[in-house]
């Protein structure tokens, strides 16, 4: 078993996800890395205590807490975790992915030394677990990820990150947050290492933000906001050339995503990771 050394907190917004949250939490309970605790955020007025009583799931690392409101949004949400959040970590996971075992005890070391890891990420379809690509490929990975290598990407990252480095989530971006936040990360941080392995496990559901009809309206919403703000405080990226390449990188996904609302539009895609799966990437 590990887990002697420092504990990371887990921050997992929870929206309507009773059908989702037993296979996140177990995700967790799965790990060798024993030093962990859930924040499990409550955004839709629930509890979702029982839902996991209900599956056997009752431990003292997990904790509740809520926005307090109903539909405030994941950043909302994350930002009432880290509120909550006690360890020296902090890793966000979506409510209805998962960690795959062994994730802590590869990201933690080297968070802890270097202020922030990542890892590859496998995106599977839910309903049949068909997997639909990774983000990187095998032999493709680098040991380092910087801003700039990050802004090329076009998969949802989710890094293990000191707490103290932590910048919180931007509540007025409410559907590409977790870029701004890597992004910001990475700001701070420098270049940090990147496991090779895929631990992470981005499932895609129908039902999921990123299978409505309109994803592609929201995701273009976001990225002129993400620009106005870019151009108007900089999104607190301190870092003038990671500014720049990050509003050059957005102006090609607001491109990449005409195209995919194009492709989504004539029937050839469901969502946009199928889209990328296309080769569209």
């Not at 209805?96 to 890891?117: N, V, Y």
């Not at 090329?152 to 936040?181: K, Q, Y």
């Not at 151009?231 to 990226?237: K, M, R, S, T, V």
């Amino acid at each position: 078993m590990r887990g002697n050394g420092a504990g990371v907190s887990v921050i997992i917004a929870a929206h309507r996800a009773h059908g989702t949250i037993v296979r996140a939490v177990q995700s967790l309970l799965d790990q060798d890395w024993t030093a962990w605790e859930a924040v499990i955020v409550s955004d839709d007025g629930t509890d979702y205590r029982p839902t996991l009583q209900a599956a056997g799931i009752d431990d003292p690392r997990l904790v509740f807490a809520s926005t307090g409101r109903i539909g405030a949004g994941a950043p909302a949400a994350r930002n009432a975790g880290l509120d909550a959040a006690r360890l020296a970590l902090v890793a966000p996971l979506d409510a209805d992915d998962r960690f795959r075992p062994g994730r802590l005890s590869a990201l933690i070391p080297l968070a802890l030394a270097r202020g922030a890891a990542f890892d590859n990420v496998a995106v599977v379809r839910d309903e049949d677990d068909s997997p639909l690509l990774r983000l990187f490929e095998e032999g493709q990975a680098p040991a380092l990820l910087d801003g700039e290598g990050f802004v090329a990407t076009s998969v949802p990252m989710f890094p293990v990150v000191r707490r103290e480095l932590v910048p919180g989530w931007d509540e007025d971006v409410n559907f590409c947050d977790d870029v701004v936040f890597n992004v910001r990360v990475l700001d701070a941080t420098g270049p940090v290492p990147l496991v090779a392995t895929p631990f992470y496990e981005y499932r895609q559901r129908a039902g999921s933000i990123t299978f409505s009809a309109d994803s592609g309206e929201r995701a273009e919403r976001c990225y002129r906001h993400v620009l106005e703000r870019l151009a108007g405080d900089g999104l607190g990226i301190r870092d003038d050339g990671l500014r720049h390449r990050f509003a050059q990188a957005i102006a090609g996904k607001r491109a990449r995503n005409a195209a995919y609302e194009a492709a989504f539009k004539a029937g050839r895609c469901a969502n946009f990771q199928e889209f990328l799966a296309l080769g569209n990437g």
